[in-house]
């Protein structure tokens, strides 16, 4: 059973590109969640998807934006690259039955790894 | 609002000696707690979880974590460390009413032979 998947592993981009990163949840979840850790912090919480729709957002600004697919994979986009966007990127899948309360676990994937020269 | 703190940035232990990884934690509702271990370059690894119920969680690869309402902490335990416990270990909670989780600045274990 593959667990969550990520790609690329790597990325350098400059200041001012977009990217987009992609993520494919464990089998079973319905769930996914972006990440960002900055070197020597832990994660901050960007975005989560369900059903296709964000359903939270943190403090982060519009020029990141997400979109989840009928498979349950998902994007991350990142416009107008800045320097401090350079961290690794971390997606994590879950699932949890409609109705129960939010204490399904998230299982992370192995990041990408974005440099913003 | 919820947040968690990782008071100590690293812990060295001998192998075979006990090692505790402390957390405390802020929430405005009910507590979720989560432990996660982080290797080199890689993920997140999820060890265990509190809920509810009983207040000493067991989780993956001996380790267990104890939680205290009264002092709002989640520490983590394991009776014998191991060198390849070596890592970096996050504590993370979630308030009842949230879906993301909140992270700690993370703890960095190291295990000497």
């Known amino acids: 059973d593959a667990g969550v998947t990520q790609s690329p592993t790597h990325l350098i981009k400059t200041r001012g590109q977009q990217v987009t990163l992609r993520c494919s949840p464990k089998?079973?979840?319905?769930?996914v969640s972006w990440y960002q850790q900055a070197l020597g912090q832990g994660p901050q919480f960007i975005f989560q998807y369900y059903e296709e729709e964000e359903r939270q957002r943190g403090n982060f600004p519009d020029r990141f934006s997400g979109h989840q697919f009928p498979n349950y994979s998902s994007e991350l986009n990142v416009n107008a690259l800045l320097l401090g966007d350079s961290a690794l990127y971390l997606c994590?899948?879950?699932?949890?039955?409609?109705?129960?309360?939010?204490?399904?676990?998230?299982?992370f994937g192995p990041g990408t790894r974005l440099t913003v020269l | 609002a919820q947040s968690v703190a990782q008071p100590e940035d690293q812990v060295n232990v001998a192998e075979g000696n006990p090692l505790t990884v402390k957390c405390t934690y802020s929430?405005?509702?009910?507590?979720?707690l989560f432990w996660y271990v982080q290797y080199p370059n890689r993920g997140l690894q999820f060890l265990l979880k509190?809920?509810?119920?009983?207040?000493l969680v067991k989780g993956s690869y001996g380790f267990e974590a104890e939680f205290n309402k009264s002092q709002t902490s989640f520490h983590l335990k394991k009776p014998s460390a191991l060198v390849s416990d070596s890592a970096l270990y996050f504590c993370?909670?979630?308030?009842?009413?949230?879906?993301?989780?909140?992270f700690g600045a993370g703890t960095t274990v190291t295990v000497r032979a």
């Open positions: 994590a899948s879950s699932f949890r039955p409609s109705g129960r309360a939010l204490t399904d676990t998230q299982y």
């Open positions: 509190y809920i509810t119920g009983d207040n």
């Open positions: 929430v405005s509702g009910n507590p979720y």
């Open positions: 089998s079973g979840h319905d769930t």
């Open positions: 993370a909670v979630r308030d009842g009413g949230d879906y993301k989780l909140s």
